[in-house]
Structures are given as structure tokens and as C-alpha cells.
């Protein structure tokens, strides 16, 4: 199908998913690279604590604060 026809039908409101493939979806600038950081004791029970606080992963609480720094700066 040529971008024109895929472009109407899109812009006709018709159901266009038929026509995706989602197995090479990717989310450029969102993709991960595992990083490895050293922390103290007590900041691991910290960020434990505030993640089982919240109810999420002590990943989740660190991406999640450093998001905010990155944002505000």
C-alpha cells in the first residue's frame, strides 16, 4: 500500500492496524541501556522503603527521580 492510501484511510477514520507491524515498533530516544550504580547501605533501604511506600519497584523510584531532576534542569 502506497503512504497516500495508508494516509487517507487514516484520515477516513478507518481501522489501519491491519496494515502496521508492530514487531519492529521501536520509541526512538526511549530505548533502555542497562547502567550500573553503587549505592550505601542505607540509601538502599531508603529508596526500599519509599518504593514499598508507594508500591512500585526501587527502579521505578530511582528513573522516576532522576526524571524529575533531568526535567527541572
Not at 550505601?40 to 523510584?61: F, K, S, T, Y
Amino acid at each position: 500500500m502506497k503512504a497516500e492510501e495508508f494516509d487517507q484511510k487514516f484520515d477516513d477514520g478507518e481501522d489501519v492496524l491491519e496494515y502496521l507491524d508492530f514487531s519492529t515498533l521501536r520509541r526512538p530516544g526511549l530505548e533502555t541501556k542497562q547502567v550500573n550504580v553503587d549505592f550505601p547501605q542505607w540509601m538502599v533501604d531508603a529508596l526500599d522503603r519509599e518504593a514499598q511506600r508507594l508500591g512500585l519497584h526501587r527502579q521505578a523510584v530511582i528513573k522516576f527521580w532522576i526524571a524529575e531532576r533531568l526535567d527541572a534542569s
